[in-house]
């Protein structure tokens, strides 16, 4: 019995990822044939309705921007140099004859 069951559960499974596979193939098709088949501008596009790019229209805006991305790098390293700093100078103790 159990083992009907278990097929039965892989059965569904493997049909319900059918049908979200050819969803997202469907979803993906009629995206590239909305842009034109230009799987880059596709691509913008869904960075932009995320929020993951921002349009940027002015020069400060950039720079704003720049400076963002300038201060996350700073923050890291800080936290990496002291951490690789130790690793290099590791003192070996010397052999005794």
């Known amino acids: 019995m159990a083992i009907k069951d278990m097929k039965s559960t892989r059965i569904f499974m493997a049909g319900t990822g059918c049908l979200f596979g050819m969803w997202a193939l469907a979803a993906l098709v009629g995206g590239l044939h909305r ?34 991305i300038e201060y996350i790098i700073c923050v890291v390293f800080f936290v990496a140099f002291p951490a690789f700093f130790q690793y290099v100078e590791k003192r070996k103790t010397p052999i005794r004859r």
């Open 35 to 68: 842009v034109n088949w230009q799987v880059t501008e596709l691509m913008r596009q869904y960075l932009v309705a995320s929020g993951m790019v921002q349009p940027i229209h002015t020069m400060v805006d950039f720079y704003t921007h720049i400076k963002g």
